[in-house]
């Protein structure tokens, strides 16, 4: 009797210990709200209980800065390492991908190509493929039938209206062929045009077109649903700019934005009455982001800072010139990340959570 007694005492006195995975999502979202947005990734991936924290967004929805490189683990299997910079609070988070030598070796050492909605479309030689850092997704398109110089995507990659899109066209060539492929499409569709002996600059996506801009700022368009490419400026190039790097096109809010870097970085929006390049002098509440593909960002309250400012990248620095001053300066306040030379620099537009 006195040992039963015992026993019993002492299985009352007992702390019962649980599973983490049982945690109480009332304590899952207590945690997660004091969590950045990266680390709030890796919470929620845990178990399934734990994907059932609420997350919270930043207020702001400026992209991240990434580096993108190849390597090999100690046995062989490919990596794939991304180390991405969040603004602000001005964390970097580094996440390696394994990779299956016999799976993807044929994908090793492919360059980024474009970014939007969180996914990249990277190429090397015929081969394609759309890559997801963040959830480490892959989808592979069907091979290249043509070289190209510029290409992208118009929506998510896994969506059935997205539309990946390629161009090439150089300066001493006298036609102009574009590759198309839709979501599920087992090969590409390629379209052959007159020429303009032009070097293509770059390509960006709006409203069911592809925008394309070659050397002195000559705009062309190609339309999905008609399958038709015009000419929507004249053959000269642009006056009284001097082109000595590459120009770049932006999408915001509707409207086509030109930015050619000299001395300084010109600005033009695309006039659809004029059918021409007119000349900007600022741009308001927005900075403009420029990579393999460029971002139109808002910049008001706590990013009010950026305002007026083009960010780009330097060899270990990002940069970004005043358009008020008319000055280029290193970051220090958004984006302030200091890079080895190497990796590919990139514009990622946040994980949706």
């Not at 030689?125 to 043509?146: A, H």
């Not at 290409?151 to 161009?167: N, R």
């Not at 509707?254 to 970085?265: A, Q, R």
């Not at 083009?310 to 060899?315: A, C, E, K, S, T």
């Amino acid at each position: 009797m006195i040992t039963v007694m015992a026993n019993k005492r002492r299985q009352e006195g007992e702390i019962e210990r649980g599973s983490w995975s049982d945690l109480p999502i009332d304590l899952s979202n207590e945690i997660i709200g004091r969590l950045y947005l990266f680390d709030q990734i890796r919470f929620r991936g845990v178990c399934k209980r734990w994907r059932l924290a609420d997350c919270v967004q930043p207020a702001h929805k400026l992209p991240w800065l990434m580096t993108h490189s190849w390597g090999w683990d100690s046995i062989g299997n490919i990596l794939s390492e991304c180390k991405f910079h969040c603004p602000p609070p001005d964390r970097t988070f580094t996440k390696e991908h394994k990779m299956e030598v016999e799976n993807w070796d044929d994908l090793f050492g492919a360059s980024v190509c474009a970014s939007k909605c969180g996914w990249l479309l990277l190429q090397r030689s015929e081969k394609v493929f759309c890559y997801n850092p963040y959830t480490e997704e892959i989808l592979k398109l069907p091979d290249m039938d043509i070289s190209f110089n510029r290409s992208t995507f118009s929506s998510i990659p896994t969506l059935p209206d997205c539309v990946f899109f390629a161009l090439y066209s150089s300066k001493g060539s006298n036609r102009i062929r574009i590759s198309i492929c839709h979501h599920g499409d087992l090969q590409w569709t390629t379209h052959t045009y007159d020429g303009l002996s032009l070097a293509i600059e770059d390509v960006v996506y709006s409203n069911g077109t592809f925008y394309c801009v070659f050397s002195g700022g000559v705009l062309g368009a190609y339309s999905v649903a008609s399958q038709e490419w015009k000419l929507l400026t004249d053959m000269g190039p642009i006056t009284g700019v001097t082109f000595r790097s590459r120009i770049q096109m932006v999408e915001s809010d509707g409207d086509l934005l030109l930015v050619c870097p000299s001395e300084s970085f010109h600005i033009f929006r695309y006039d659809w009455s004029l059918m021409a390049w007119v000349k900007e002098n600022s741009l308001g509440n927005k900075a403009l982001l420029l990579g393999c593909t460029s971002y139109s960002v808002s910049a008001v309250k706590e990013t009010s800072a950026l305002a007026d400012r083009i960010y780009y990248h330097g060899d270990m620095n990002t940069c970004f010139y005043s358009l008020k001053t008319h000055s280029r300066h290193k970051c220090s306040e958004f984006y302030p990340w200091v890079t080895r030379r190497g990796p590919e620099k990139i514009w990622i537009e946040p994980p949706q959570v």
